[in-house]
């Protein structure tokens, strides 16, 4: 079957947007959509939500098939603050539901015999856990009342988007190797179908990461930016 490239509108049902990129589901539940919306449109769905609805068309559209045409200047022409909602709200999905839970299907993959590799692993895992801890929880507790404050106009404290911009680390390079050393060296007497499970998972991590550090630093950073240099020189 071909597949067909739809762009998603205000006025479709955000039941036919869904049925289109079931992917988008998690998209919802990181902005606050939750299901049961019927035969309401997206743009009502959003309204209710009280979630902008260009800005999820935004997201909708990128992350579902790179459709957007111009795609930085798009961006700048909507408000941040939906974005820096959908950030946060990316961050708690990955540290309290994504993270631990495949760390739980690990625990479980390797037989008896494999202790020691099973070690490596989680080892492994959890040092990686860490750094995406202290990586997301520096966007939560600085970064982003930093940008809220720089939006109102009422920021005070001596801090420049450059400083993140400086210390932005990798998080998706170790998810690679992870995935790499599952599928190398793991030998075949683990559970196999749950090692598939645990695989497709972190795939799926990468690639919203990798869209998620887009957001972060081809469009939110390059936008704070500018609103610094604007600031600055008034």
Do not use: W
């Amino acid at each position: 079957m071909q597949n067909i490239t739809i762009i998603f509108k205000k006025t479709m049902k955000m039941s036919d947007l869904i049925d289109a990129d079931y992917r988008l589901l998690l998209l919802l539940n990181r902005i606050g959509i939750t299901l049961g919306f019927g035969e309401k449109t997206v743009d009502n769905v959003c309204k209710e939500s009280g979630f902008d609805t260009d800005c999820f068309l935004f997201l909708a559209n990128f992350q579902s098939n790179k459709s957007i045409i111009n795609v930085q200047e798009v961006f700048d022409s909507l408000p941040l603050e939906p974005f820096l909602q959908y950030l946060k709200n990316s961050h708690s999905y990955f540290l309290d539901r994504r993270l631990p839970n495949i760390r739980r299907k690990l625990e479980l993959v390797f037989s008896d015999s494999e202790k020691r590799l099973k070690e490596m692993v989680l080892d492994f895992f959890d040092n990686y856990t860490n750094e995406v801890f202290e990586h997301m929880e520096y966007e939560d507790e600085v970064v982003f009342p930093y940008v809220r404050a720089l939006i109102n106009e009422s920021a005070k404290e001596q801090y420049s988007i450059n400083i993140f911009e400086e210390r932005h680390n990798d998080i998706e390079g170790k998810m690679n190797d992870l995935k790499q050393i599952l599928m190398k060296y793991v030998p075949g007497s683990t559970d196999q179908m749950l090692m598939v499970n645990i695989l497709t998972e972190l795939y799926m991590s990468e690639e919203e990461l990798e869209a998620h550090t887009f957001i972060e630093d081809g469009l939110v950073i390059p936008k704070v930016k500018r609103i610094e240099k604007s600031r600055n020189a008034n």
